[in-house]
């Protein structure tokens, strides 16, 4: 049986983040298990690379916050490549989304630069924007993500602290000794211990820990994507258009267009097939968005990610409330590459230190999920 002091489990952007900050720390002894041949090829590779913190949930949003200020301006050394680019980030509201926007702009007071737009100004900023626009907020520091850096840069910086990394490690159990877990069981049939396990592993956490004896459970929820082909009438400096009516988005990927109807179907972990009526529906509304579309539009290729999710919406970060010995990092629900850095921290605090002062700990805390279901498995 092979050791290591703290193994995390899951190779994404939370497990990697959750890494170098463990490296940062002084940690040693620390394993990563990735069940693909790659890192980030799941969730963390398949997102829509925004970033993003106007955003309802208080909890989340301080945590975006707190992210989306790292990775604009990374300590030295940190990336040799911008992970940001200002684009900017357009949220448009007709009658319907009006209140809730507001009530954004609000929350974010001080926190985040936001300007309120009138439609005149939102139709000169955002000429491929045709949807509804009463009221806009444009928060110019947010925009585009360099997910493939953001995550690089972690990696590097975990693997110079000594954070080993072993691909293609698929776990296929939890290892539990009386209300303890002592490890993890490979799918080759091999056996790791370790002091503390780190659940790291997105879409598969929630059925490992609840085969173990957790009561956490989180749901996979499938989000498709789509991009169409490069047409000069695509301005790259466009900013990210998110609109609240309808809940649709679309930000400029190179000279082409990547959009999102925000669908949200609960699927089992392993589903990765596209659902062609989703992207039809994709495909509908870029149609009237691209100018001089003539009312059709052709996409360059569709995909889709799985995002996690706790009942109540807030991250799953902290010790497990019934198994010692494991740490969850998880319910990211789409923020996660944001909110890296913050998320990162806060797990370290509980994998190293067994406790939390950060004010966020009690929000994101595992043992709530329990006491809102009243104790119920």
Same mark, same amino acid.
């Given at each position: ?9 899951? *190779? =994404? ?5 959750t ?7 002084? #940690?040693?002894d620390?394993?990563?298990?990735e ?20 955003? #309802? ?12 200020r790292? /990775? ?12 940001? +680019?200002?684009? =900017?980030l357009?949220?448009? #509201?007709?009658?319907? *989304? ?29 000429p491929?924007w045709? $949807? ?18 953001i ?11 000594g ?11 939890l290892? @539990? ?23 790291? #592993? ?41 609109? /609240?009516?309808?809940?649709?988005y ?19 972990? +392993?589903?990765d097939?596209? +659902?062609?009526?989703? @992207? ?9 968005l691209?100018? $001089? ?39 990211l ?10 998320v ?10 067994e406790?939390? +002062? ?20």
């Amino acid at each position: 049986m092979s050791t290591a002091r703290i193994l995390i489990v899951g *190779g =994404g952007i939370a497990g990697v983040a959750t890494a170098r900050e463990l490296a940062c720390r002084g #940690a040693r002894d620390v394993l990563l298990l990735e069940r693909d041949a790659a890192l980030g090829t799941r969730a963390t590779g398949r997102n829509a690379a925004i970033l993003r913190s106007v955003m #309802a949930e208080p909890a989340v949003r301080r945590a975006s916050v707190a992210g989306s200020r790292f /990775l604009r301006a990374p300590p030295p050394g940190f990336s040799p490549v911008p992970l940001v +680019d200002p684009c =900017g980030l357009l949220m448009v #509201a007709g009658t319907t *989304g009006r209140a809730e926007l507001e009530r954004w702009r609000a929350a974010l007071a001080g926190e985040l630069e936001l300007r309120d737009l009138a439609p005149s100004a939102i139709r000169a900023l955002a000429p491929h924007w045709r $949807g509804a626009a009463e009221i806009g907020l444009f928060a110019p520091d947010e925009g585009r993500l360099h997910v493939p850096a953001i995550l690089a840069a972690f990696e590097r910086h975990a693997r110079s602290g000594g954070v080993r990394f072993a691909l293609g490690a698929r776990v296929s159990r939890l290892r @539990v000794e009386g209300a303890r877990v002592t490890g993890v069981e490979l799918a080759d049939g091999s056996t790791l211990a370790a002091e503390r396990v780190v659940l790291a #592993a997105g879409a598969w956490s929630s059925a490992l820990a609840r085969a173990a004896g957790s009561p956490i459970e989180l749901v996979a929820k499938r989000r498709h994507l789509a991009v169409t082909l490069p047409s000069a009438r695509v301005d790259p400096r466009w900013p990210v258009v998110w609109s /609240l009516d309808d809940e649709f988005y679309v930000r400029v990927d190179g000279h082409g267009l990547v959009a999102c109807v925000c669908d949200q179907a609960i699927v089992p972990p +392993d589903t990765d097939e596209i +659902d062609p009526a989703v @992207v039809a529906r994709i495909a509908a509304r870029l149609a009237e968005l691209v100018p $001089g579309g003539g009312g059709s539009v052709e996409l360059a290729r569709a995909w889709c990610g799985l995002r996690t999710f706790a009942a109540d919406g807030d991250f799953v970060l902290g010790p497990d409330p019934m198994l010692a010995g494991l740490v969850w990092v998880g319910g990211l629900g789409g923020h996660g590459i944001t909110a890296s850095v913050a998320v990162a921290r806060l797990a370290a605090d509980w994998i190293l230190d067994e406790h939390c +002062d950060d004010e966020l700990a009690v929000a994101f805390l595992p043992e709530r999920l329990v006491r809102a279901s009243g104790g119920a498995r």
